[in-house]
């Protein structure tokens, strides 16, 4: 099964903490590349969801957003320091005892003094849980549709393999042809310049032309890089970068057909090879 790099999933989840919102979006990347944008609250959890993301991916760049809005019971508390506040009473009672005529406490400036007011940080392990929760169930579906789309890209794959077969079969059945009208035409040449042309020279030039112009291994090696591809398909594991050098490998005896072509209709061959191979490369780049 192959899968494509390409995807986005979004998951929502809400409670009493508040509300989450989890976005996941891939694309194609020499190697993994994960990218977090976490609130506040959530920091912590950031090391614990790369390794998650690390288990179900392999390549692509990954944009992580998770955005977290707190519920109304969710705020931190304010709370007082009773005893702190009795002291402080206390204190200012018999400062103002010993004063003439002392100007009245504000409650607030007493408020203002440090450690009389609490801030009861809010419980975060329901959100975090459900954070982490919320964050597999986008990763589930983002895996999801990355094999949902490696299936489509497999199936134009197949039919660019399907179609260059026949191209090949067409070109291998043409080399007799090829290779007598090649003999006819040096003998005709040659007849044109001796008068009796030495047999075991001409046979010797032949058999040195049809090594130059053969092109019997580069269809072999084709025809093997076809089969390797279609192997390749079949593998439940990434196999973007083996792709990746398959097309290289195709182009390049495809280029080779093309420059020892001796008849038209091999470069034609050759030809639509390259643009087959070029469609199978473009959809190659975005397999994982």
């Not at 944008?37 to 991916?57: D, K, M, N, T, V």
């Not at 440090?114 to 589930?140: I, K, N, S, T």
């Not at 290289?248 to 390259?274: F, H, I, P, Y």
Request: aromatic share 4%.
């Amino acid at each position: 099964m192959i899968r494509s790099m390409t995807a986005f999933a979004r998951q929502e989840a809400g409670g009493d903490w508040g509300a989450l919102v989890c976005e996941l979006r891939s694309v194609n990347h020499r190697y993994l590349e994960l990218s977090l944008r976490l609130p506040e609250e959530l920091r912590g959890l950031e090391s614990g969801l790369r390794e998650r993301a690390a288990q179900g991916l392999r390549r692509g760049k990954v944009e992580i957003n998770l955005r977290y809005r707190p519920g109304d019971g969710a705020a931190g508390e304010l709370a007082l320091d009773s005893g702190l506040l009795e002291r402080l009473g206390a204190t200012l009672q018999a400062v103002a005892a010993g004063l003439p005529d002392p100007a009245p406490v504000s409650p607030l400036e007493v408020l203002r003094w440090p450690g009389v007011v609490q801030d009861r940080q809010p419980d975060l392990a329901p959100v975090q849980a459900a954070a982490v929760e919320l964050f597999e169930r986008a990763l589930a579906e983002l895996v999801e549709t990355r094999a949902r789309e490696g299936a489509q890209i497999r199936e134009l794959l197949s039919t660019r393999l399907d179609a260059m077969q026949p191209l090949l079969a067409s070109a291998r059945e043409r080399l007799p042809q090829i290779r007598e009208r090649l003999r006819d035409k040096l003998r005709a040449r040659v007849e044109e310049l001796v008068a009796s042309p030495d047999p075991e020279r001409l046979e010797q030039e032949l058999v040195y032309l049809f090594q130059k112009l053969d092109v019997d291994e580069e269809l072999d090696r084709l025809d093997g890089h076809l089969d390797e591809v279609r192997r390749v398909l079949e593998r439940d594991e990434p196999v973007g970068r083996r792709l990746d050098f398959l097309m290289q490998e195709l182009n390049r005896e495809a280029n080779t057909l093309g420059s020892k072509s001796a008849d038209s209709e091999t470069t034609n061959v050759s030809v639509e090879l390259k643009v087959l191979i070029e469609q199978m490369r473009e959809q190659v780049q975005n397999v994982e």
